[in-house]
């Protein structure tokens, strides 16, 4: 599947984005996805890990509070709503995507991958 993600920018500490990922199959509530960020000279880490459908998320510590996941199934998109930011949530933000539901929240359990969209977090 290709996706396309889309939504970052800059944003002042406290503030929010919303973050899309498009997928190019009308099958994608289907498929498991992640969302993964890396900043600046550190390896990528793992944000959210939804599963198909309605399965649930599971989120990284860092973001547990803050950040939330949702899926728009007419649209074959999925968010990540980015609440309370902080200067350490700057980064690149790619979506993944597999149908094999991962064994845990890794990036290398996802197949296909976005571009990744930078967000930053500055005042």
């Known amino acids: 599947v290709q996706l396309q993600a889309s939504g970052g920018g800059l944003v002042q500490p406290g503030g929010s984005l919303r973050l899309s990922c498009a997928a190019s199959?009308?099958?994608?509530?289907?498929?498991?996805v992640g969302w993964f960020r890396q900043a600046p000279g550190k390896q990528r880490e793992a944000v959210a890990c939804?599963?198909?459908?309605?399965?649930?998320?599971v989120y990284a510590d860092s973001v547990k509070g803050r950040f939330s996941t949702s899926r728009d199934n007419a649209k074959n998109t999925v968010f990540l709503q980015m609440n309370s930011l902080k200067p350490e949530d700057t980064a690149v933000y790619f979506c993944?995507?597999?149908?094999?539901?991962?064994?845990?929240?890794?990036?290398?359990?996802?197949?296909?991958w976005g571009q990744g969209t930078l967000v930053t977090v500055s005042s």
């Open positions: 993944a995507a597999d149908v094999v539901t991962p064994r845990t929240c890794v990036d290398s359990e996802y197949n296909d």
């Open positions: 939804m599963s198909w459908g309605d399965g649930g998320t």
């Open positions: 199959v009308d099958t994608f509530n289907y498929y498991h």
